[in-house]
């Protein structure tokens, strides 16, 4: 059988994050191909729901990848918007008794391709080592 | 038109008693409810058992109250649900599940593992052998998991003005009116398109903070976010009559979620991280700001007190991520 690997649906916004996996593709730079990305206007945009639909529909792991703080956002502040709603969002994930690990937020500017290969490639492994989303609601 | 009397039927499932109370706090439009329906079965009111509703080849009107635990709940929805032309479910229980509904976080086993030897009780508890119980369900469910209702009349319990529409549906049926499609009693938009307190500007609301009833003197008259305090009002349901805001309480979502709002919990958080601390973001940092968040101590008590067996959270739980919705 083989090995089973997580998929992972990343959010990232058009600005920084999202232009960081453009860069990271025009220079050729290798990353796994269970990461799903979806580009939105900006992090502040994702809302809890949509993480969570995100789960529900298969995902293992969600990223959301915005600009830098405090200063970066594009539209001023929806990065911190992003991180509240996240950090909201994993303190119930994990009453719930759901791994909060599973759901990540990553500042990456449009110039940090390398960093989000690396940030793609932690997560990945961090949830091989968690194993499926089933895992955690069967216990 | 009906030859004889229409029946009634008013069905429990995990209730209170909040319900009952309410309807009969009716008063005279009780009456009129009596007047046009024979009550065929109503634990609080008339002396019938379940053969009673068993026996009948059918019923004019069922309400449901309460929410659903165990099989033999179950099994009463169905039955009321085949016999019954019209199904109301009423109370927030029979549709979100309600506080019974808190359970759904914990299996069957987990929950008598709870009652029975836990501290939580002084003695152990042993449960009866001699009698046949019936089955908890591994996961509470409310009347719309199981079945579906023709009339849906939320709160906690339903308002005076909810009841008002309720009977006045009740009597018109009677007379030989149709019901057109399902009927969603109360105004559907947000409390807060009621609520008195609201600013002029509902964009601009900031909270400066989180902030416990005790920890500050409410000003009478200004919005309870704006205060600080958490209030669930931006994601309820306008079906009640406000006491709690009139009371200088804040509200905590038991009417249910407002139109267009699917999960209660998961659009609160979305609402308290765009008005906490907008103006200090940049100086606070995200340390700051966690440490703000942090001060929220029961979350789920907060954003799911009524409505968790149909929070998307509890879906992803029993549904183990493949989508069964």
Redesign the interface.
């Known amino acids: 059988m083989a090995k089973w690997r997580p998929t992972v649906i990343s959010f990232l916004c058009k600005w920084c994050a999202g232009s960081a996996a453009e860069l990271a593709g025009v220079s050729r730079l290798n990353y796994p191909a269970n990461v799903i990305p979806v580009v939105v206007p900006c992090s502040g945009r994702v ?3 949509l993480i ?2 995100a ?6 792991g969600v990223l959301v990848g915005g600009c830098h ?3 970066d956002c594009h539209y001023m ?1 929806g990065n ?2 992003a ?3 996240v ?3 994993k ?3 994990s ?4 791994n909060p690990r599973r759901v990540r937020v990553e500042w990456i500017s449009a110039t940090e391709s390398q960093k989000l290969v690396r940030v793609v490639r932690e997560f990945l492994s961090e949830l091989e080592e968690l194993g ?3 895992g955690d ?2 216990e | 038109m009906f030859v004889s009397k229409p029946t009634l039927a008013i069905v429990y499932g995990a209730i209170c008693g909040g319900c009952d109370v309410a309807l009969v706090n009716l008063g005279e439009r009780l009456a009129i409810i009596l007047e046009n329906y024979d009550i065929l079965y109503w634990p609080a009111a008339v002396d019938s058992k379940r053969e009673t509703l068993e026996k009948v080849s059918s019923i004019d009107v069922s309400i449901y109250m309460g929410t659903l635990t165990n099989s033999e709940e179950v099994e009463l929805a169905k039955l009321v649900r085949s016999k019954s032309r019209v199904l109301i479910a009423y109370g927030t229980c029979a549709i979100y599940g309600g506080i019974p509904g808190l359970r759904a976080l914990i299996n069957a086993s987990q929950t008598l593992k709870e009652i029975s030897s836990t501290t939580t009780t002084v003695e152990e508890v042993r449960l009866s052998r001699v009698a046949e119980l019936p089955d908890l369900l591994d996961r509470v469910k409310s009347l719309i998991d199981v079945v579906e209702p023709d009339v849906i009349a939320p709160g906690c319990p339903p308002s005076d003005s909810v009841n008002e529409t309720l009977v006045d549906i009740l009597v018109d049926y009677a007379k030989g009116a149709k019901l057109e499609g399902k009927v969603f009693i109360g105004d559907p938009n947000s409390l807060c398109s009621k609520c008195e307190r609201k600013p002029p500007e509902l964009s601009k609301i900031s909270m400066p903070g989180i902030r416990r009833l005790h920890e500050l003197k409410l000003v009478e008259d200004k919005c309870f976010l704006e205060q600080g305090v958490l209030c669930m009002g931006p994601v309820t349901r306008a079906t009640c009559d406000l006491p709690c805001i009139k009371n200088n309480l804040p509200c905590i979502g038991c009417s249910g979620p407002a139109l267009n709002v699917e999960d209660m919990g998961l659009e609160m958080v979305s609402v308290l991280s765009s008005i906490l601390l907008v103006e200090r973001e940049k100086e606070l940092l995200e340390e700051g700001l966690s440490k703000e968040l942090d001060k929220i101590v029961d979350l789920i008590g907060l954003l799911y007190r009524y409505t968790l067996p149909r929070s998307l959270l509890i879906k992803l739980k029993s549904s183990g991520g493949r989508n069964e919705r």
Not at chain 1, 55 to 60: I, R, S, T, Y
């Open positions: 809302s809890p729901r969570v639909e789960l529900l529909n298969g995902a293992d703080t405090p200063g502040s911190f918007k991180f509240k709603r950090y909201l969002l303190k119930l994930l009453q719930f008794g759901i499926p989303i089933m609601v069967r």
